[in-house]
Every structure is written in structure tokens, then in C-alpha cells.
């Protein structure tokens, strides 16, 4: 099994490539590595944090620079079991991200502070799913 830890080129391009200027909403699925994983060079190297830990301090620092831009947590569900599809696919974290529009997230992903504090989320995360969504209001039965 592949673990996708950040978003390849050809996905990076087929994100940019979608309308920048409406809100989006961003489907986070991700596992965690039972013991963080930092380089040497990083000051949480050898703490025997845990990848739930170092992602806690993922969220911790980077929620100044969501909210900064106009970024907000709409949904956050804890994962009990996949009832339909693989095991292998279990996670550990589940949540919905709502930027006012593409261009506010890349803003987040190129912002310097960010990049030196995801440092926490490739050292936590051992697999996840991000999946850029469009919101609609939903009708009344499933898939309308």
C-alpha cells in the first residue's frame, strides 16, 4: 500500500487549475504514526512525541495562519470503523476544512511560518486523503 503523506505535481496543477475565487472545502482523512517521526535537525528530534502529538502541534501552530486567512474547522468526526471499503484504510482523524476560496489555502501552503510548522505534520502523519470539495446545500435525499 502507497501512504500519500502531500499532494503530488500532477494533483497540485489539477487543484490550481479549478476556480480560484469561490469557497472550498477541504475532506482531511489521516492516519498517524504511533511515534513522530522528525528529522535531526528539528527540535522535537528524539522527545518520543507521538504522531497524535505532532500533529496536535501542527494544528496548535498553524491555526493562527487558517484563521488569518479566513480558514475555519465546519466538521470534525472521530473514525470508529470502515464499514465499506479497506481496512487498511482505518484513520485516526477526520475533519472538514473551509477556506473562502483556493487561493486563501495556497496562500497557507506558501506562507514561511507555515512551512516551517508542517515540519509537525509529515513527522505525525503515516497516510492521508485530502479532498477538495466544492459545498452545495444538500438536498433532501442521498447524492442530491
Excluded: C
Excluded at 473562502?100 to 513527522?123: G, L, N, W
Amino acid at each position: 500500500m502507497t501512504a500519500h503523506i502531500d499532494p503530488d505535481r500532477q494533483a497540485w496543477d489539477l487543484f490550481k487549475a479549478l476556480p480560484k475565487d469561490q469557497p472550498i472545502q477541504m475532506l482531511n482523512l489521516v492516519r498517524v504514526k504511533p511515534l513522530a517521526d522528525y528529522p535531526q535537525d528539528h527540535p522535537d528530534h528524539g522527545r518520543g512525541l507521538t504522531g497524535l502529538e505532532a500533529y496536535r502541534a501542527y494544528g496548535a501552530t498553524t491555526a493562527p495562519i487558517f484563521a488569518r486567512l479566513g480558514g475555519r474547522q465546519i466538521w470534525a468526526g472521530k473514525p470508529q470503523v470502515m464499514v465499506t471499503g479497506p481496512r487498511e484504510e482505518a484513520w485516526d482523524l477526520a475533519f472538514i476544512a473551509e477556506y473562502p476560496s483556493s487561493e486563501a489555502f495556497i496562500a497557507m501552503v506558501r506562507d514561511p511560518d507555515y512551512r516551517e510548522f508542517v515540519k509537525h505534520r509529515t513527522a505525525a502523519v503515516a497516510d492521508s486523503r485530502l479532498l477538495r470539495l466544492s459545498p452545495m446545500e444538500p438536498g433532501a435525499g442521498f447524492g442530491e
